[in-house]
């Protein structure tokens, strides 16, 4: 990689960096400019040379965070699978440990909850997209809204991993959160309560 690139990319970590430590420190709307660039120890043109404000600054670290947990999660896609294997949600919450910082700004809902917003738009959108994928090719037919279902299903990973970022040490095991959620997709809240029969009319 040409030095150039490197000094881009280490401006840009740097800058990432210090907007979500001082996010997590103040609270968003707090942060200036200024404050970025001196906790990134970086001059106001360098950071204008690469966002034109901490909005969008916030906004490529979302973009950044949303693609690299799509490209993990792609291999594990497979629309013809009865079921669910829990593996793109244990990925999902591996990845949330690994940039625990930034999915902790984003899913506290900071700058006025754009971010999240987004993040919930993006997830519910390729949940979306699988269930219908695996619906066509298993040849069922869904019984509620496939976007209802898919929202429904983002809703509860994002309650449980910002309960599970903000907890230090985190409750639960990653693989038993992760398993946890898979009973829950495969066989429901009714069951999970402990019921066995069907419940009634």
């Known amino acids: ?43 106001r043109a360098t950071f204008y040379s690469h966002y034109t404000d901490k909005d969008d600054l916030l906004q490529q670290i979302v973009t950044d965070l ?11 896609a497979d629309p013809g699978e009865v079921g669910f294997t829990g593996k793109p949600v244990l990925e999902v919450f591996r990845h949330a440990a690994e940039e625990r910082d930034a999915y902790r700004v984003i899913l506290r809902g900071e700058g ?15 949940a979306a997209a699988t269930f219908a994928a695996r619906a066509k090719n298993l040849g069922v037919t869904p019984k509620m809204d496939i976007y209802v279902l898919a929202r429904a299903w983002v809703g509860e990973q994002t309650a449980i991993m910002q309960w599970w970022l903000e907890t230090d040490p985190p409750p639960v095991p990653l693989e038993d959160v992760a398993a946890m959620l898979r009973t829950l997709s495969l066989h429901g809240r009714y069951r999970a309560m402990g019921f066995e029969d069907e419940p009634p009319a």
């Open 66 to 76: 949303i693609e690299d947990l799509n490209q993990r999660l792609e291999p594990l």
């Open 1 to 43: 990689m040409p030095p150039e690139d490197r000094r881009v990319r280490r401006s840009r970590r740097a800058l990432r960096e210090a907007l979500v430590s001082l996010t997590l420190e103040r609270g968003y709307s707090s942060v200036t400019v200024e404050d970025i660039t001196a906790r990134a120890d970086l001059g």
């Open 112 to 126: 006025d909850g754009r971010a999240l917003r987004r993040y919930i738009e993006d997830r519910t959108a390729v």
